[in-house]
């Protein structure tokens, strides 16, 4: 069975820093890639960034080249996206999702943590 679970989001400043985490179960850590994506409002859904289970490549989207970092912790079953430099651009909801690989369909999202980024 497939779950996540997003934390992390919260208030920052622009130019500040956070730390998201999605904690995967077991299965989906085991046969699936994650990625992070965001909305804002009344803005269609963005892929941010991804990682690959395989071989642990990594792509991210232009607007966050350089200010973050996705990573996976392989104990604790996490992935996580430290966003620096954040701006109020970045403020949306963001969520994890499980695919095949980076380029593929997300089937199983996890239920999204709030970042907003104002001063």
């Known amino acids: 069975q497939v779950q996540l679970e997003e934390s992390g989001g919260g208030l920052v400043q622009p130019g500040g820093s956070l730390r998201l985490a999605c904690a995967a179960s077991?299965?989906?850590?085991?046969?699936?890639?994650i990625g992070w994506f965001r909305q804002a409002p009344g803005k269609e859904r963005e892929g941010v960034a991804c990682i690959s289970n395989s071989d642990g490549s990594t792509n991210y989207a232009d607007s966050v080249k350089g200010r973050f970092t996705i990573s996976k912790d392989k104990r604790k079953k996490t992935v996580y996206l430290q966003m620096n430099s954040l701006q109020p651009e970045d403020t949306a909801g963001y969520y994890c999702?499980?695919?095949?690989?980076?380029?593929?369909?997300?089937?199983?999202w996890g239920q999204g943590t709030q970042v907003t980024v104002s001063s």
């Open positions: 077991a299965f989906a850590w085991d046969y699936y890639t």
């Open positions: 999702a499980t695919s095949v690989s980076c380029s593929g369909t997300y089937l199983s």
